[in-house]
Antibody, heavy 122, light 108 residues
């Protein structure tokens, strides 16, 4: 069974930093691109970032470029999101996701973690 | 960036009836369109990808259609567990991957 378990969320002041982790199991982690998707309270879904299976390619939504860094450790089956210079508008539940049973290259999100809440407030 | 627009924002439907949800893309996304269902307090669930292919374990009462810029999700004979928020997402031109604003299907 595929499991994605996020951790690392919490309350942080504006301008602060936080690192999210996503521990993966139940699938061959190093063959899957991985993604972060977020959802602000009461709002819709927003794609944040994607990393290729080998970590060699990364992609970001414009609003986080230069502030967030996605990375992975395939030896530990773990995905990360380093978030710096946090703003109030980054407040959201952050989900770790992958394409699940969809074919490689189909950028959809079938497997999701339970999410971790990041709150940016003074 | 491709903008995805969903309508209506809210749909009131009686159990057993069908529901038709719309999603429009600001430019063609071919058939690279997915639909998700989200219930309160839960992560989203992938329903449809490739505009019309049901994801693993999704009941046949969920069907998707369309291509280019106009897409539809139809839920036939709504069950109590189908009342939720539904999102469309395009993956044709990225980054960024973009979602619609959602349609809430509520009990009439």
């Amino acid at each position: 069974e595929v499991q994605l378990v996020e951790s690392g969320g919490g309350l942080v002041q504006p301008g602060g930093s936080l690192r999210l982790s996503c521990s993966a199991s139940g699938f061959t982690f190093n063959t899957y691109a991985m993604n972060w998707v977020r959802q602000a309270p009461g709002k819709g879904l927003e794609w944040v970032s994607t990393i290729s299976s080998d970590g060699g390619s990364t992609y970001y939504t414009d609003s986080v470029k230069g502030r967030f860094t996605i990375s992975r450790d395939n030896s530990k089956n773990t995905l990360y999101l380093q978030m710096n210079s946090l703003r109030a508008e980054d407040t959201a539940v952050y989900y770790c996701t992958n394409r699940g049973m969809a074919a490689a290259g189909i950028r959809v999100f079938e497997c999701w973690g339970q999410g971790t809440l990041v709150t940016v407030s003074s | 960036e491709i903008v995805m627009t969903q309508s209506p924002a809210t749909l009131s439907v009686s159990p057993g009836e069908s529901a038709t949800l719309s999603c429009r893309a600001s430019q063609s996304v071919s058939s690279n369109l997915a639909w998700y269902q989200q219930k309160p307090g839960q992560a989203p669930r992938l329903l449809i990808y490739g505009a019309s292919t049901r994801a693993t374990g999704i009941p046949a009462r969920f069907s998707g259609s369309g291509s280019g810029t106009e897409f539809t999700l139809t839920i036939s004979s709504l069950q109590s567990e189908d009342f939720a928020v539904y999102y469309c997402q395009q993956y044709n031109n990225w980054p960024p991957l973009t979602f619609g604003g959602g349609t809430k299907v509520q009990i009439k």
